[in-house]
């Protein structure tokens, strides 16, 4: 089993920034994707950035620009660096990592996920 491990979340002003830290606990054989979804009040989850073992990474067309993901795969730690947020980043965010323990198959974790709320 895999346990996440969540940070960062706070209220911020607009334009302001945040840093966003999730760290993978448990036996893990080795790890995919790591990323970060989020969830506004009465919206759909989706899909913010996503950084692959490779290095490729996505992003959400609304955060290119501002947004910068980043790993540090010795430490199973993914990070999301928000700069310049806005009143539309205010949601509940939630670190998603797609990893395998011994004698498993590739799994998809959620975070318990992280407050950001942003005034003007």
């Known amino acids: 089993q895999v346990h996440l491990v969540e940070s960062g979340g706070d209220l911020v002003q607009s334009g302001g920034s945040l840093r966003l830290s999730c760290e993978a606990f448990g036996i893990i054989r080795s790890i995919d994707g790591m990323g970060w979804f989020r969830q506004a009040p009465g919206k759909q989850r989706e899909l913010v950035s996503r950084?692959?073992?490779?290095?490729?990474?996505y992003y959400a067309d609304s955060v290119k620009g501002r947004f910068t993901i980043s790993r540090v795969n010795n430490k199973n730690i993914v990070s999301l660096q928000m700069n310049n947020l806005n009143l539309e980043d205010t949601a509940v965010y939630y670190c998603?990592?797609?990893?395998?323990?011994?004698?498993?198959?590739?799994?998809?974790?959620w975070g318990q996920g992280t407050q950001v709320t942003v005034v003007s």
């Open positions: 950084i692959m073992s490779d290095g490729a990474t």
């Open positions: 998603n990592v797609q990893a395998q323990t011994p004698g498993d198959v590739l799994k998809t974790y």
